[in-house]
Structure formats: structure tokens, C-alpha cells
């Protein structure tokens, strides 16, 4: 894609966010061609922001596909933005796979192509907290707060990431997996948007 930006040192806690893992949960990695709306409230002044997503899912060459306008900023123009990100697969160790997204954008005029189940928008487009060097809110608090461990772990959004690459059996007889469920706990502290999707039926 070979788009190019300047990264800086933002808190990703505070970004939007696409999660591979709820666009599983929601139906976009079946196979076929899906599309539909990610929409964010703001849990400050509800505020709502929306973009189209598509997924194509086949044997070869999977893609997530994001279509939206970028407001103005100052004297700036509005501009329209549509981009894809491949997607690529591994093996779970008890059957299935599972989809990461290869992140195609280049920071500082090197290429990413890092493998990763998140996209965050820290700037005018999505790409990989690599790209947008990117802190959690948890690293940046009072050591004070570390006694705290159930706070501590509950902020801090590398959590997640490593969580979500170590659950192997995400239900077992019908039911969510203690990892599973722990990931859910996290996922529902996470600030300060309510994210929502909408499927388009074919």
C-alpha cells in the first residue's frame, strides 16, 4: 500500500480500534464477501463516528477492506480514504485457525508487515501499534498503582494482545474457556469508545 505517515507517542487506550477477534465474533471471517458499518460512541459526549468495512474470506488472498471520510481538521479538506489489509492465517493447536491482519502501511518510510490481531487509528489512517508507537495508559500511570494488581492488569491493554494469542480453545462444551472469559472482562474495560458493527446481509 506504501502509505506514509509520522508516528508519535499516543496512548492507544484513548484511540478507535478494529479487533480481528470481534469481527470473528460478529460473522465477517466466514468465508465469502461480507460488509457492513463499525460505528464508535464516545462514552464522554456520545459522539458517534462510522466507516464501512468489507471482508473477503477465500482460500487465497483474504482481505479486510475499510471505506471512509477523514472530517477536516482546521483548513484541511474532507478526504475519502479506501485502503485493504491482507489477512493471513495459523494453525490453533486443537483444530481450526485463527486470522491476523498483516499490516501493509510504512512509518517513517519503513515498510510494517508485522502480523497483529489490532488496528488502531492514530492518525489519518489504521495501521499497527508498531507503526503509530504507540503507549498504554498503564505503562504511563504512578507506580503506586502497581499494589494494585487486578487495576493494573485490567488497564493495561498489552494484556490483550498476549491473551489473544495464547488462547488455543476459546469454548469448551458449549461455553466460554476461563481464558475466554478473562479476555472478555478486558475487552469490556477498554476506553473510551463503545464500539458496535452492523452486518449487511447478501
Not at 62 to 91: A, C, H, M
Request: proline share 2%; aromatic share 16%; glycine share 6%.
Amino acid at each position: 500500500m506504501g502509505r506514509y505517515y509520522y508516528s508519535q507517542k499516543t496512548e492507544a487506550d484513548s484511540l478507535k480500534k478494529i479487533k480481528l477477534s470481534f469481527l470473528n465474533q460478529k460473522g465477517f471471517l466466514k468465508r465469502g464477501y461480507r460488509s457492513g458499518t463499525i460505528s464508535w460512541t464516545s462514552n464522554w459526549n456520545e459522539q458517534k463516528s462510522t466507516i464501512s468495512i468489507a471482508t473477503g474470506i477465500y482460500d487465497e488472498d483474504s482481505y479486510v477492506e475499510l471505506d471512509y471520510w477523514q472530517e477536516p481538521n482546521g483548513d484541511e479538506e474532507r478526504i475519502k480514504f479506501n485502503y485493504k489489509f491482507p489477512l493471513t492465517t495459523t494453525p490453533c493447536n486443537l483444530g481450526g485457525k485463527r486470522y491476523w491482519f498483516i499490516c501493509n502501511l510504512s512509518a517513517n518510510g519503513k515498510y510494517c508487515g508485522r502480523r497483529v490481531a489490532v488496528l488502531y487509528k492514530g492518525g489519518k489512517y489504521f495501521a499497527c501499534r508498531h507503526c503509530y508507537n504507540l503507549s498504554y495508559s498503564s505503562r504511563n500511570e504512578n507506580r503506586r498503582y502497581k499494589d494494585y494488581s487486578l487495576f493494573y492488569v485490567l488497564s493495561n491493554r498489552s494484556k490483550i494482545e498476549e491473551l489473544e494469542q495464547k488462547i488455543k480453545r476459546r469454548k469448551y462444551a458449549g461455553k466460554p474457556t476461563r481464558k475466554q472469559l478473562a479476555l472478555n472482562r478486558l475487552h469490556e474495560r477498554e476506553f473510551p469508545y463503545t464500539m458496535d458493527i452492523y452486518k449487511r446481509n447478501y
